[in-house]
């Protein structure tokens, strides 16, 4: 080949390296021919996909040599009436990813600077360097966010703040008065992108009031998705909330049937569903109660979380342990990419894979 197109990319881009995903069952058990596999490496819901989704697509099957609403006005007015928000403070995306991408790519120029925490989602240090933009990583507090020194991070180039609430993959969590603090002194000028992808597993009275606050601050931008306790990662579909002229501006960029159609109805259909969100909290709290408990009598140090996973620290290469789980049929996740080799992230099973992942763990450390 004569023509090297890497030069050819945007100038960010030629650093990157494609985003890991959790590895897939299936590849597992083409490697090693092995079935019965359990997956807790990716932070999904466990229960199963909602019946209340899959009766609302089995309707709409039908209906797919059609376009999908490109406003997604019914999904929007479900979460407007469920969230008590302006249904033109809502913008739909392919997931809360999507939505990420999105708002750096609407406002973030070259060399543009977006303050994240070390230890955050690695999709951030992603869309800036995608960019050519300035990632300015402040370290970490006990594994989270220190709040105080985002604030004396920004500077008349910063452009993005983005905070993970809970934050993955540390599952650590702000409380409401500290973020909202937080938030009254970012200047209005500089966006804050507030990353809830995991909000529905924290207690209800300790969550922030968040979707209220966008009419109070409106520098801020909510984002959330359908993936983690409502079930539909396979969809991808997620919701920002921020006003309406942010809205109005995200739209301009949007592209065009960003949402597909059984997810738009399925998302729908879920949002509805008490019942299943209900199960899905208390069976997380369950299985984080029992791994804790194991952690706790191991001696292995963890970091308290408020997600749907926890992340333990081996105290040496984890590496090892993560292909010895492999051969027993259990994928967890690595996480030596967030610089953190000892640590192992492992999402919240039903009770008998939780209990599978414990007697693996039992044999592999003893």
């Not at 992108?193 to 909510?222: G, H």
């Amino acid at each position: 080949m004569s023509c090297d197109y890497l030069s050819r990319a945007n100038k960010g881009i030629s650093k990157l390296q494609p985003y890991q995903a959790g590895k897939p069952i299936e590849e597992l058990e083409r490697e090693l021919g092995i079935k019965d596999i359990i997956k807790l490496a990716s932070n999904e819901n466990p229960l199963g996909f909602p019946a209340s989704a899959k009766q609302a697509i089995t309707k709409h099957l039908d209906e797919l040599t059609f376009y999908p609403d490109a406003n997604g006005f019914s999904l929007k007015k479900a979460i407007s009436e469920k969230f008590k928000v302006k249904q033109e403070q809502i913008t739909l995306g392919n997931g809360s990813n999507d939505l990420i991408e999105l708002i750096a790519r609407t406002f973030v120029h070259d060399e543009d600077e977006v303050i994240f925490a070390q230890y955050a989602f690695i999709v951030y240090p992603l869309v800036t360097q995608a960019l050519n933009a300035k990632a300015v990583v402040v370290p970490a507090k006990n594994w989270g966010h220190d709040l105080p020194a985002m604030l004396a991070a920004i500077t008349d180039k910063t452009k993005l703040v983005v905070v993970a609430n809970p934050n993955n993959p540390t599952g650590t969590f702000l409380e409401s008065a500290e973020l909202e603090q937080f938030i009254k002194q970012v200047p209005e000028n500089v966006l804050v992108v507030l990353d809830e992808a995991y909000t529905e597993f924290t207690p209800v009275s300790r969550r922030a009031p968040s979707l209220q606050w966008v009419d109070k601050y409106p520098n801020l931008i909510v984002c959330r998705t359908f993936s983690k306790a409502y079930g539909l990662a396979g969809l991808r579909i997620g919701y920002a909330v921020s006003s309406p002229e942010i809205m109005g501006i995200l739209n301009r960029v949007r592209q065009p049937f960003n949402c597909n159609s059984l997810a738009l109805v399925a998302a729908e259909a879920v949002l509805a569903d008490d019942a299943y969100l209900a199960k899905a909290y208390e069976n997380n709290l369950a299985g984080l109660k029992l791994i804790t408990e194991f952690c706790e009598q191991e001696k292995l140090p963890y970091i308290p979380s408020m997600g749907n996973f926890i992340t333990i620290d081996f105290g040496k290469p984890a590496q090892p342990i993560y292909q010895q789980l492999l051969q027993k049929g259990v994928i967890v996740r690595p996480i030596a990419g967030y610089g953190m080799p000892n640590h192992l992230r492992i999402s919240i099973g039903l009770p008998e894979q939780n209990q599978r992942l414990i007697n693996g763990l039992k044999e592999i450390l003893n």
